[in-house]
């Protein structure tokens, strides 16, 4: 069956750095365009990153351009999410969900365009 699994998240100072992995089973990850999300306390879901299939072209939220990395590497079945210069603000609960098209489309936070989560990976930023 399909799953998706993450792992990498922790405690980290404010300005650390923390790479995220999305392990995948159950499909050809080399097909789908897979996407980052965060949900804090009390947030909504939101899109950080997303990365598509064949082209691996990458969109990103503004508020993590220039700190967050998506990168995908279909021979290990994962997709990473390196996060640099991390903030408070980026405290929450990371999750990687599989979109339904080889492409990622905007909205980039379209919860809609995703048919399998995992089950998430804590963040917190925090000195």
């Known amino acids: 069956q399909v799953q998706l699994v993450e792992s990498g998240g922790g405690l980290v100072q404010p300005g650390g750095s923390l790479r995220l992995s999305c392990r995948a089973s159950?499909?050809?990850?080399?097909?789908?365009?897979i996407g980052w999300f965060r949900q804090a306390p009390g947030k909504e879901r939101e899109g950080v990153s997303c990365?598509?299939?064949?082209?691996?072209?990458?969109d990103y939220a503004d508020s993590v351009k220039g700190r967050f990395t998506i990168a995908r590497d279909n021979a290990k079945n994962t997709v990473y999410l390196q996060m640099t210069s991390l903030e408070p603000d980026d405290t929450a609960v990371y999750y990687c969900?599989?979109?339904?098209?080889?492409?990622?489309?905007?909205?980039?936070?379209?919860?809609?365009?995703?048919?399998?989560w995992g089950q998430g990976t804590q963040v917190t930023v925090s000195s």
């Open positions: 969900a599989r979109h339904v098209y080889s492409v990622c489309m905007s909205p980039l936070g379209n919860v809609n365009q995703y048919d399998y």
């Open positions: 159950g499909f050809t990850l080399g097909s789908y365009s």
């Open positions: 990365i598509s299939a064949i082209t691996a072209r990458t």
